[in-house]
């Protein structure tokens, strides 16, 4: 089988096929070198957005990390009482007494 594809080469490059096949050969190997300097390019161009990305997805996960901790933090804070439980009536009468005592309204306003 070897012998029979040198053959058909051989037979192929004679002297009459040999600057055309040259020509096509160059032809070829100019444009995979086209090809492959463009592959290079999209590959640099894509690693290039991949690491942009990286950098803002990075940004935006700190700045939701804050938002969460500003936002657990000032607006779903729940005041630490025993679970089930709300204010007792004495707590709030004592709160509201608090509240509209004049001595204690005067220091207040200071």
């Known amino acids: 089988?070897?012998?029979q594809s040198a053959t058909s080469v051989d037979q192929?490059?004679?002297s009459e096929n040999r600057p055309?096949?040259?020509?096509?050969a160059r032809e070829l190997a100019a444009a995979r070198r086209d090809l492959l300097d463009k592959l290079i390019r999209g590959a640099s161009s894509n690693f290039t957005n991949l690491v942009e990305l990286?950098?803002?997805l990075r940004e935006t996960t700190e700045?939701?990390?804050s938002y969460r901790a500003f936002i657990?933090?000032?607006i779903l804070w729940v005041r630490?009482?025993?679970s089930g439980r709300g204010p007792r009536i004495?707590?709030?009468?004592t709160a509201v007494h608090w509240l509209l005592n004049p001595k204690i309204g005067s220091v207040r306003g200071r």
Do not use: K
Request: net charge negative; no cysteine.
């Open 54 to 56: 990286n950098s803002v």
């Open 63 to 65: 700045v939701a990390g």
């Open 1 to 3: 089988m070897t012998e």
């Open 80 to 82: 630490s009482i025993a």
């Open 90 to 93: 004495s707590e709030i009468d």
């Open 12 to 14: 192929t490059l004679s």
């Open 72 to 74: 657990e933090e000032r």
């Open 20 to 24: 055309e096949l040259l020509q096509v």
